[in-house]
């Protein structure tokens, strides 16, 4: 009896947490062509090369971000810089909830994200820089 009722409690919890990731996609559409672009680039990272903790964050990375959206859309964005990321990342765990993700996950996103950046997506990284660096500064 005990079993069932927790079986039933969990399952419930899980279709609460699928009915709350549809609303979400929902409220997102219709997507912006730019991000449906994102979203049909390839949708994993052979992260092989990268140090264990990196590979380690990367699947915090693939689990947390594919529960609301592909996995190919943050793979493919335009973001690289720190700034871009974290905006990003904390506008995410805000649409999700810190039942979708904790503090600590988006930070372990964000370290795998921003590593990511500088290595596979380092000309655009360098660019950005760049770009920000020579930016005017605003008060």
């Known amino acids: 009896m005990k079993r069932t009722i927790a079986a039933a409690m969990l399952v419930a919890v899980a ?3 699928l009915v709350r990731v549809a609303r979400a996609q929902e409220k997102d559409e219709p997507l912006d062509p ?3 672009k994102y979203d049909k680039g390839p949708a994993k990272i052979d992260v092989s090369k990268y140090p264990a ?8 990375f693939a689990k947390k971000c594919s529960n609301c959206h592909t996995l190919a859309r943050p793979i493919n964005c335009e973001y690289a810089l720190d700034d871009e990321w974290e905006r990003y990342i904390k506008r995410m765990m805000r649409k ?3 039942s979708l993700i904790s503090p600590d996950e988006g930070k372990q996103v964000f ?12 000309d655009l990284f360098e660019k950005k820089s760049k ?9």
């Open 111 to 122: 370290d795998f994200v921003v590593y990511d950046s500088k290595i596979r997506k380092k």
């Open 53 to 60: 903790d990196m590979q380690n964050r990367y699947k915090v």
């Open 96 to 98: 999700a909830g810190p």
């Open 131 to 139: 770009e920000a660096a020579t930016a005017p500064r605003q008060p």
């Open 34 to 36: 730019r991000i449906l």
């Open 15 to 17: 279709l609460g947490g």
